[in-house]
């Protein structure tokens, strides 16, 4: 099972700011099979980029993923209001199982 | 517009059963695998289990496997989680997700949840 590791574990930023989120796997991802969510209090997770940089439908543009193998990163160019948020990474290397990082909660400075 | 929503989420007693329904609309529901990702309170994102689009692969967490069985009625468009032998770590709001593409592993929309307590 591929272990997915994110970081930090939380980052404080004001709205403006570059948001950067780390997400380490255990082993190498293959075809860049990882997907990033963003999850508010008390709502379902929402897809923002999968495919590793492939962003979702309706997701604006300052959200971009990249990366391949084992290391990939999560970037919000200019924090808006509404992307404060936990943010979660998941592998979907081949088949199931899939998995999920711990998540990376971005919080209001 | 596509829908998803489950129900059936309630309090079981430790080594209990309990069975999790999940009702799709707006999108060809046999072309798309439905998986069953859960989320223990205060904690994160765990996958549970995954059922193709024919119904004919499942697939399961080792945490759930032998005692959770999932499920699906094509022409109802419907997908079950049948759990079994339920213990206090099984205690989550369980989402139901769709795949973004037919066995992509990815989830583009998600239900509400349904709430899973289990008491000692």
């Known amino acids: 099972e591929i272990v997915l590791t994110q970081s930090p574990a939380t980052l404080s930023l004001s709205p403006g700011e570059r948001a950067a989120l780390s997400c380490g796997a255990s082993?190498?991802?293959?075809?860049?099979?990882l997907a990033w969510y963003q999850q508010k209090p008390g709502l379902a997770p929402r897809l923002i980029i999968y495919?590793?940089?492939s962003r979702a439908t309706g997701i604006p543009d300052r959200f971009s993923g990249s990366g391949s193998g084992t290391d990939f990163t999560l970037v919000i160019s200019r924090l808006e209001p509404e992307d404060f948020a936990v943010y979660y990474c998941?592998?979907?290397?081949?088949?199931?199982?899939?998995?999920f990082g711990q998540g990376t909660k971005v919080e209001i400075k | 517009e596509v829908q998803v929503v489950e129900s059936g989420g309630d309090l079981v007693q430790a080594g209990g059963s309990l069975r999790l329904s999940c009702t799709a609309s707006?999108?060809?529901?046999?072309?798309?695998?439905m998986s069953w990702v859960r989320q223990a309170p205060g904690k994160g994102l765990e996958w549970v289990s995954t059922i193709s689009g024919s119904g004919s692969g499942t697939y399961y967490a080792d945490s759930v496997k032998g005692r959770f069985t999932i499920s699906r009625d094509n022409a109802k468009k419907s997908v079950f989680l049948y759990m079994s032998s339920l213990r206090a770590e099984d205690a989550a709001v369980y989402y139901c997700?769709?795949?973004?593409?037919?066995?992509?592993?990815?989830?583009?929309?998600w239900g509400q949840g349904t709430r899973v307590t289990v008491s000692s």
């Open positions: 997700a769709k795949d973004s593409l037919p066995a992509a592993g990815h989830f583009d929309y």
């Open positions: 998941q592998q979907y290397d081949n088949s199931p199982p899939y998995t």
């Open positions: 707006g999108f060809t529901f046999n072309f798309y695998a």
């Open positions: 082993q190498t991802i293959r075809s860049n099979s």
């Open positions: 495919d590793a940089s």
